[in-house]
């Protein structure tokens, strides 16, 4: 396979990725879709200021939570679950 077919997919999944993680925060796929849409514009908008990120998954994946408001934890980036290394509570 080519090197732009194997980019193409590695998008595509990215992108299924990123679609299902806003939908399963936000509980709709039309709601997911205006997420990802904004998500897409602010990532080009602003990408020289974001050109230092370790890479483009970790910096969509923060634009995404960050859309579907997930709140920020100072140490770890985001709360939740397992946020204060802790775990699941039984």
Avoid at 77 to 84: I, K, R, T
Wanted: charged share 25%.
């Amino acid at each position: 396979m080519s090197d732009k077919g194997n980019i193409a997919r590695h998008d595509a999944v990215l992108h299924a990725q990123l679609r299902l993680f806003c939908q399963l925060m936000l509980g709709s796929a039309d709601a997911a879709d205006c997420v990802i849409h904004q998500m897409y514009r602010r990532a080009r908008d602003h990408h020289d200021k974001y050109e230092s990120w370790p890479s483009e998954r970790v910096h969509l994946f923060r634009l995404a939570a960050e859309l579907c408001g997930v709140p920020r934890d100072g140490r770890t980036g985001y709360s939740g679950p397992g946020a204060d290394g802790s775990g699941m509570e039984d």
